[in-house]
Protein backbone atom coordinates (compact mmCIF):
# COMPACT_ATOMS: atom_id res chain seq x y z
CA UNK A 1 0.00 0.00 0.00
CA UNK A 2 1.11 3.28 -0.53
CA UNK A 3 1.07 5.77 2.19
CA UNK A 4 1.17 9.42 2.28
CA UNK A 5 0.76 9.75 -1.26
CA UNK A 6 4.30 8.35 -2.80
CA UNK A 7 6.97 5.94 -2.30
CA UNK A 8 10.44 5.70 -3.79
CA UNK A 9 13.36 3.13 -4.20
CA UNK A 10 16.55 3.59 -5.37
CA UNK A 11 19.36 0.84 -5.90
CA UNK A 12 22.52 0.71 -7.17
CA UNK A 13 25.71 -1.82 -8.24
CA UNK A 14 28.91 -2.64 -9.74
CA UNK A 15 28.64 -2.35 -13.62
CA UNK A 16 27.23 0.68 -13.71
CA UNK A 17 23.50 -1.42 -12.56
CA UNK A 18 21.24 1.09 -11.19
CA UNK A 19 17.24 0.79 -10.68
CA UNK A 20 14.74 3.45 -9.71
CA UNK A 21 10.63 3.04 -8.63
CA UNK A 22 8.08 5.55 -8.13
CA UNK A 23 4.99 5.15 -7.04
CA UNK A 24 1.95 7.61 -6.20
CA UNK A 25 -1.42 6.82 -5.05
CA UNK A 26 -4.38 8.63 -3.11
CA UNK A 27 -7.66 8.30 -2.53
CA UNK A 28 -9.93 11.29 -2.43
CA UNK A 29 -12.93 12.08 -0.20
CA UNK A 30 -15.26 11.89 -3.46
CA UNK A 31 -14.40 8.06 -4.28
CA UNK A 32 -11.38 8.63 -7.14
CA UNK A 33 -9.08 6.67 -6.49
CA UNK A 34 -5.64 6.66 -8.74
CA UNK A 35 -2.20 5.25 -8.53
CA UNK A 36 0.34 5.42 -10.89
CA UNK A 37 3.89 4.93 -10.95
CA UNK A 38 7.19 3.96 -13.33
CA UNK A 39 10.67 2.13 -12.83
CA UNK A 40 13.80 2.18 -14.75
CA UNK A 41 16.95 -0.11 -14.66
CA UNK A 42 19.85 0.18 -16.82
CA UNK A 43 23.32 -1.78 -16.64
CA UNK A 44 26.45 -1.81 -18.97
CA UNK A 45 27.19 -5.53 -17.98
CA UNK A 46 30.27 -7.04 -19.05
CA UNK A 47 32.82 -4.85 -21.01
CA UNK A 48 34.43 -7.90 -22.06
CA UNK A 49 32.75 -11.54 -22.37
CA UNK A 50 35.11 -14.22 -23.21
CA UNK A 51 34.18 -17.46 -24.45
CA UNK A 52 37.02 -20.22 -23.39
CA UNK A 53 37.79 -22.60 -26.71
CA UNK A 54 37.29 -19.88 -29.27
CA UNK A 55 40.52 -18.76 -31.08
CA UNK A 56 39.45 -18.18 -34.10
CA UNK A 57 39.24 -14.30 -36.28
CA UNK A 58 35.85 -15.07 -37.29
CA UNK A 59 34.85 -15.48 -33.93
CA UNK A 60 36.94 -12.20 -32.76
CA UNK A 61 39.51 -14.76 -30.68
CA UNK A 62 36.37 -15.64 -28.67
CA UNK A 63 35.43 -11.52 -27.16
CA UNK A 64 32.31 -9.81 -27.23
CA UNK A 65 33.15 -6.26 -26.02
CA UNK A 66 30.71 -3.19 -25.03
CA UNK A 67 27.89 -5.48 -25.80
CA UNK A 68 26.03 -6.41 -22.69
CA UNK A 69 24.08 -3.16 -21.88
CA UNK A 70 20.50 -3.41 -21.02
CA UNK A 71 17.66 -1.18 -20.54
CA UNK A 72 13.94 -1.76 -19.28
CA UNK A 73 11.49 1.43 -18.32
CA UNK A 74 7.53 1.12 -17.77
CA UNK A 75 5.26 3.36 -16.74
CA UNK A 76 1.45 2.37 -15.40
CA UNK A 77 -1.52 4.32 -14.38
CA UNK A 78 -4.70 3.60 -12.56
CA UNK A 79 -7.96 5.73 -12.34
CA UNK A 80 -11.13 4.47 -10.59
CA UNK A 81 -14.26 6.35 -9.82
CA UNK A 82 -17.40 4.54 -8.94
CA UNK A 83 -18.10 1.76 -11.46
CA UNK A 84 -15.36 2.75 -14.21
CA UNK A 85 -11.64 1.92 -14.07
CA UNK A 86 -9.34 3.50 -16.81
CA UNK A 87 -5.62 1.92 -16.87
CA UNK A 88 -2.65 2.39 -18.70
CA UNK A 89 0.88 1.44 -19.20
CA UNK A 90 3.82 1.94 -21.03
CA UNK A 91 7.02 -1.11 -21.12
CA UNK A 92 10.05 -0.34 -22.88
CA UNK A 93 13.49 -2.27 -23.09
CA UNK A 94 16.78 -2.82 -24.94
CA UNK A 95 19.05 -5.35 -24.71
CA UNK A 96 22.10 -5.68 -26.75
CA UNK A 97 22.77 -9.61 -28.40
CA UNK A 98 25.81 -10.57 -25.66
CA UNK A 99 25.95 -14.11 -27.42
CA UNK A 100 25.45 -12.99 -31.31
CA UNK A 101 22.35 -15.25 -31.74
CA UNK A 102 21.18 -14.87 -35.25
CA UNK A 103 24.93 -15.81 -36.86
CA UNK A 104 25.57 -12.29 -36.12
CA UNK A 105 29.30 -10.56 -36.21
CA UNK A 106 31.12 -11.09 -32.93
CA UNK A 107 32.68 -7.77 -33.96
CA UNK A 108 29.12 -6.13 -34.49
CA UNK A 109 26.35 -8.40 -32.71
CA UNK A 110 23.67 -5.84 -32.54
CA UNK A 111 20.59 -4.43 -30.29
CA UNK A 112 16.72 -5.15 -30.04
CA UNK A 113 14.30 -2.87 -28.71
CA UNK A 114 11.08 -3.28 -28.40
CA UNK A 115 7.99 -0.86 -26.68
CA UNK A 116 4.56 -2.07 -25.72
CA UNK A 117 1.34 -0.15 -25.04
CA UNK A 118 -2.10 -0.38 -23.55
CA UNK A 119 -4.94 1.33 -21.98
CA UNK A 120 -8.19 0.32 -21.22
CA UNK A 121 -11.50 0.90 -19.45
CA UNK A 122 -13.36 -1.37 -17.31
CA UNK A 123 -17.33 -1.13 -16.33
CA UNK A 124 -18.44 -3.09 -13.13
CA UNK A 125 -21.92 -3.23 -12.38
CA UNK A 126 -23.53 -5.01 -9.54
CA UNK A 127 -26.52 -6.19 -10.75
CA UNK A 128 -27.85 -7.98 -7.68
CA UNK A 129 -26.48 -10.25 -4.70
CA UNK A 130 -24.56 -12.62 -6.24
CA UNK A 131 -24.84 -11.42 -9.41
CA UNK A 132 -22.82 -8.68 -11.88
CA UNK A 133 -21.97 -7.10 -15.35
CA UNK A 134 -19.16 -6.34 -16.71
CA UNK A 135 -17.55 -4.66 -19.93
CA UNK A 136 -14.48 -3.55 -20.84
CA UNK A 137 -12.40 -1.77 -24.14
CA UNK A 138 -8.76 -2.06 -24.50
CA UNK A 139 -6.15 -0.77 -27.56
CA UNK A 140 -2.78 -1.75 -27.14
CA UNK A 141 0.20 -0.90 -29.27
CA UNK A 142 3.74 -3.16 -29.79
CA UNK A 143 6.82 -2.45 -31.80
CA UNK A 144 10.31 -4.20 -32.27
CA UNK A 145 13.38 -3.17 -33.99
CA UNK A 146 16.26 -5.63 -34.00
CA UNK A 147 20.15 -5.05 -35.72
CA UNK A 148 23.08 -7.12 -36.41
CA UNK A 149 25.65 -7.52 -38.00
CA UNK A 150 26.45 -10.20 -40.89
CA UNK A 151 29.27 -11.20 -43.56
CA UNK A 152 28.24 -11.66 -47.17
CA UNK A 153 29.59 -14.34 -49.30
CA UNK A 154 32.88 -12.26 -49.61
CA UNK A 155 33.59 -11.40 -45.77
CA UNK A 156 32.34 -8.08 -46.39
CA UNK A 157 30.38 -7.03 -43.52
CA UNK A 158 26.79 -5.65 -43.72
CA UNK A 159 23.81 -5.07 -41.48
CA UNK A 160 20.72 -6.93 -41.13
CA UNK A 161 17.60 -5.36 -39.62
CA UNK A 162 14.67 -6.91 -38.74
CA UNK A 163 11.38 -4.84 -37.26
CA UNK A 164 7.54 -5.44 -36.58
CA UNK A 165 4.72 -2.88 -35.89
CA UNK A 166 1.53 -4.03 -34.51
CA UNK A 167 -1.44 -2.57 -32.70
CA UNK A 168 -5.16 -3.74 -31.86
CA UNK A 169 -8.20 -3.22 -30.07
CA UNK A 170 -10.82 -5.30 -28.54
CA UNK A 171 -13.82 -5.44 -25.97
CA UNK A 172 -15.39 -8.09 -24.22
CA UNK A 173 -18.48 -8.51 -22.00
CA UNK A 174 -19.37 -10.94 -19.75
CA UNK A 175 -22.44 -11.68 -16.96
CA UNK A 176 -20.78 -12.97 -13.57
CA UNK A 177 -23.82 -15.06 -11.93
CA UNK A 178 -23.12 -17.50 -8.40
CA UNK A 179 -26.09 -19.33 -8.79
CA UNK A 180 -25.56 -20.97 -5.56
CA UNK A 181 -22.93 -21.43 -3.15
CA UNK A 182 -20.71 -24.23 -5.13
CA UNK A 183 -21.83 -23.14 -8.62
CA UNK A 184 -20.68 -20.31 -10.80
CA UNK A 185 -21.72 -19.67 -14.23
CA UNK A 186 -20.16 -16.83 -16.81
CA UNK A 187 -22.02 -15.91 -20.09
CA UNK A 188 -20.06 -13.79 -22.32
CA UNK A 189 -18.77 -12.18 -25.90
CA UNK A 190 -15.65 -10.73 -27.03
CA UNK A 191 -14.03 -9.44 -30.04
CA UNK A 192 -10.58 -8.03 -31.39
CA UNK A 193 -9.64 -6.32 -34.09
CA UNK A 194 -6.14 -5.85 -35.66
CA UNK A 195 -5.48 -2.36 -37.14
CA UNK A 196 -2.00 -2.96 -37.98
CA UNK A 197 0.78 -5.88 -38.21
CA UNK A 198 3.46 -6.01 -39.85
CA UNK A 199 7.33 -7.51 -40.25
CA UNK A 200 9.63 -5.63 -42.46
CA UNK A 201 13.32 -6.82 -42.71
CA UNK A 202 15.90 -5.65 -45.09
CA UNK A 203 19.71 -5.36 -45.23
CA UNK A 204 22.80 -3.39 -46.74
CA UNK A 205 22.67 -6.01 -49.71
CA UNK A 206 19.39 -6.85 -51.24
CA UNK A 207 17.22 -4.29 -49.78
CA UNK A 208 13.72 -5.91 -48.49
CA UNK A 209 14.03 -9.27 -47.46
CA UNK A 210 10.54 -9.69 -46.35
CA UNK A 211 7.46 -8.36 -45.45
CA UNK A 212 4.52 -9.72 -44.33
CA UNK A 213 1.50 -8.29 -42.79
CA UNK A 214 -1.55 -10.73 -42.04
CA UNK A 215 -4.94 -9.20 -41.39
CA UNK A 216 -6.31 -10.86 -37.60
CA UNK A 217 -9.84 -10.54 -36.39
CA UNK A 218 -11.81 -13.07 -33.88
CA UNK A 219 -15.21 -13.05 -32.26
CA UNK A 220 -16.27 -15.43 -29.87
CA UNK A 221 -18.90 -16.15 -27.16
CA UNK A 222 -18.61 -18.51 -24.68
CA UNK A 223 -20.86 -20.24 -21.09
CA UNK A 224 -18.17 -21.61 -17.81
CA UNK A 225 -19.37 -23.22 -15.47
CA UNK A 226 -17.49 -23.69 -12.39
CA UNK A 227 -18.56 -25.84 -9.68
CA UNK A 228 -16.84 -26.16 -6.49
CA UNK A 229 -16.31 -29.69 -5.20
CA UNK A 230 -14.01 -28.93 -2.09
CA UNK A 231 -12.12 -26.11 -1.01
CA UNK A 232 -9.11 -27.51 -2.96
CA UNK A 233 -10.87 -28.53 -6.21
CA UNK A 234 -13.43 -26.75 -8.75
CA UNK A 235 -14.70 -27.81 -11.81
CA UNK A 236 -14.80 -26.02 -14.61
CA UNK A 237 -16.28 -26.26 -18.04
Same mark, same amino acid.
Given at each position: DVKNWAEVRAQGGNKETGRGETILGHKFANGLDFLMGGSRFYSTGDRDISYPGVNDAAHNYGHI????????GD???????????????????? !?? =????TSLALWTDPGRMTERRDDVSLRWDH????GQSLHANVFYSQYAYHQYWGLNDDHGHPYTYTSTDHSDWSGQNVYYDW??? !?? =??LILGTEEMETFRSTQHDWDDLNGKVLEIAPPISSEAG?????????KWLTLVG
Open positions: RTNDSEFYFFSKVTYGEFTLEADYDKRV !KE =NSTAAVCEQVT !KN =NRYVQDEQTVT
